[in-house]
């Protein structure tokens, strides 16, 4: 196999790119020049863990949905909605409410007893929003500097109600107590009918938030960004080249916390012509608009167990990292959706970085852009198989060894590590190339490649 790029992404890619030193990863092909031999582009899925919660208590039930989650402080918080279908009376059972659970862990969770609103004439209930937007209200803790302490948190919900219709903002000091930022929505345009969320973008100084729409009775995702979390921008719609048209409901987009330049996507891809089955995919993106979208399922309804079912496989808006596991991350999905009497959430495990790597199974290349960084060290995201192995060469703009650090300086690199060390045998340190640009070239037998950082 030879990949090179077409003749427009050439010319780009012999614009050294400056990373710096932030993290990249290889979810895209934004770094790659070239890729040969069984070198690829790899999806990795998530492994399935225990089940977390189980929606039982009576507000909660069979149609509990829409978690988000995210760790503040030293504990994680979870909103989700509780609500209830009656099968056999084919409607709904109870209100819909926004709930709210909390961990030290990420494993066992929490649901306390708030006293906020009321439920069958008792206040003893894990209750966070009863009112307009309990049916998709999604939080999120804002990391804008300039954010006054009375709106730390903030959150997205919808409104139906005539005159009414569209997202409402709101906010609170403690993520527990929420009013409404302003009493009329703040983005009017799209279909609403989803988990609809935003997120401060550090790395570009604005608020981003993405909705469901239909364009062309197909759903979709549209986006706009906004100064204040009140003003926002007309939306767009999302770009997806390559990828074909598919009904997305959810995007559990947000920005990855070890790249936040990298935006990171799971979205429900659903099939109204198979009983409303969903099941999750992965997207990436740089810039927001456009995304890298992979035709694979990320956890296919046969896994574990209960998930073939109407809407009963969504994966969660948030990922997390949990104590004592340096080198996982843990994402969350949605199980037995209208089957029971309750649904229930579980936890998924990947390896740090582990979204996609650059594999070889046998012998591949992967030569990359002309880069310019900061550091004197290499540090590689790395899994070698036995008897694999990965080794790493710097070049010049012309594709010439660079003295020192040469393919055939670079001893074998077999490891299992996240922040794996680059050695060379006749140099210490990459300081007197900083600023200068280098490509990359890697050989790879046996062997994934996740991500690198000059450190």
Known sequence: ?????????????????????????????YLI????????????KPVPREVVLVTDRPWEGNTSAYYTLFRDG??????????????????AAHRE???????????????????LFEWEGSRQNNIVWDGPGAHNFTPFRDTNPACPPDQRYKALASSDEPGRRGLLAFVSSDGIRWRLLREEPVITEGAFDSQNLAFWDGVRGRYVEFHRGFRDKVRDIMTSTSPDFLNWTKPVWLEYPGAPREHLYTNAILPYH?????????????????????????MSSRDGLSFRRWPEALIPVTAPQDRDGNRSNYMTWGILELPGAPNELSVYATEAYYTGPDSRLRRFTYRVDGFVSVR???????????LRFSGDRLVLNVQTEPGGSLRVGLEDEQGRPIEGFAMEDCPPIRADSIAHTVTWRRASSLARLKGKPVRLRFELSGADLFSLQFK
């Not at 070890?258 to 992965?282: K, M, N, S, W, Y």
């Not at 070889?360 to 002309?370: E, F, H, I, N, V």
Request: proline share 7%; aromatic share 12%.
């Open 74 to 91: 030293n504990r994680y918080r979870m909103y989700y909605r509780g609500s209830h279908f009656d099968e056999t009376a084919r409607k």
């Open 258 to 282: 070890r790249a936040p330049h990298i935006f990171l996507g799971f979205p429900t891809r659903f099939f109204p012509e198979r009983g409303q089955q969903v099941e999750p995919v992965f």
């Open 1 to 29: 196999m030879f990949c090179v790029l077409p003749a427009a992404a050439a010319a780009l890619a012999a614009q050294p790119v400056d990373i710096g030193t932030r993290l990249e990863l290889f979810v895209d092909d």
């Open 33 to 44: 020049e070239e890729l040969a031999g069984d070198a690829r582009l790899q999806l990795h």
């Open 360 to 370: 070889a199974d046998k012998a591949g290349t992967l030569r990359t852009r002309p």
């Open 97 to 115: 409410v926004t709930c709210y659970a909390e961990s030290r862990d990420g494993i066992r969770w929490e649901r306390p007893a708030l006293g």
